[in-house]
T-cell receptor, first 115, second 114 residues
C-alpha cells in the first residue's frame, strides 16, 4: 500500500493555459474524489467516481473543469483556460469498497498557481 | 443539503489541558460524521468517524467525539493536549442523497503552548 499519489506536486501556469493533474489511488479502492482547497478553508468537493463512473459533480464546477477515470484506475483533472481564481491546492482521495462510512485516504495535493 | 460549521478558526491550549474542538452539522438524513487532521506539510488523515453504531467514537492519538443528535453536534475532545497535536482539524459530513459526497468544514487550527 503506497498511498494516494498526485502529479505534479506544484504547477505554475499563465492565465488562459490548460493544465492537467493526475491522481493514482490506492490499489483496489473503487471510489476516487477530487477536492479544491484554498488558504484557510476546508476541502471543497468537486467530483467523485465509483470505478469509472462519475457519479456526482459539484455545481460549483464550471464547464472549464473536467475529470476522467478511464478503466477505474487513475484519474485526471483538467482545467481549461485557467483563471487566477483557480489558484488553489487540488486534492485527490480514494476509498475502499464495502466500508460503512466512507474513509477517504488523501494524497499530498497539487498546488496550482495561475499568474 | 448537508453542511458543517466549525466554531472557532483558531484554538489555543496549554500542553496537558483539555482539547475541545466544536462541530455542528446540518443533515436531512442520518449522517456519517468525520474528523480529519492535517499536520503541517502532510495530507489529511482520518482521526475518527461516526457511522450510527456508538454515539461516543474513539479515534487515534487519544481523541474522541460524541454524536449528539438533539444538538446536531459532533465535538472533538482530548483530555490532555500534547505538543504533537498542533495541526488543522476538519469536521466533515456525508450520507445525503444516498451517495458519498462529503462536505468539509472550514477547519480549526489547534495551537499547543508549552
Amino acid at each position: 500500500d503506497t498511498g494516494v499519489s498526485q502529479d505534479p506536486r506544484h504547477k505554475i501556469t499563465k492565465r488562459g493555459q490548460n493544465v492537467t493533474f493526475r491522481c493514482d489511488p490506492i490499489s483496489e479502492h473503487n471510489r476516487l474524489y477530487w477536492y479544491r482547497q484554498t488558504l484557510g478553508q476546508g476541502p471543497e468537493f468537486l467530483t467523485y467516481f465509483q470505478n469509472e463512473a462519475q457519479l456526482e459533480k459539484s455545481r460549483l464546477l464550471s464547464d472549464r473543469f473536467s475529470a476522467e477515470r478511464p478503466k477505474g484506475s487513475f484519474s485526471t483533472l483538467e482545467i481549461q483556460r485557467t483563471e487566477q481564481g483557480d489558484s488553489a491546492m487540488y486534492l485527490c482521495a480514494s476509498s475502499p469498497p464495502r466500508e460503512v462510512g466512507d474513509t477517504q485516504y488523501f494524497g499530498p495535493g497539487t498546488r496550482l498557481t495561475v499568474l | 443539503a448537508q453542511s458543517v460549521t466549525q466554531l472557532g478558526s483558531h484554538v489555543s491550549v496549554s500542553e496537558g489541558a483539555l482539547v475541545l474542538l466544536r462541530c455542528n452539522y446540518s443533515s436531512s438524513v442520518p449522517p456519517y460524521l468525520f474528523w480529519y487532521v492535517q499536520y503541517p506539510n502532510q495530507g489529511l488523515q482520518l482521526l475518527l468517524k461516526y457511522t450510527s453504531a456508538a454515539t461516543l467514537v474513539k479515534g487515534i492519538n487519544g481523541f474522541e467525539a460524541e454524536f449528539k443528535k438533539s444538538e446536531t453536534s459532533f465535538h472533538l475532545t482530548k483530555p490532555s493536549a500534547h505538543m504533537s497535536d498542533a495541526a488543522e482539524y476538519f469536521c466533515a459530513v456525508s450520507g445525503d442523497t444516498g451517495g458519498f459526497k462529503t462536505i468539509f468544514g472550514a477547519g480549526t487550527r489547534l495551537f499547543v503552548k508549552a
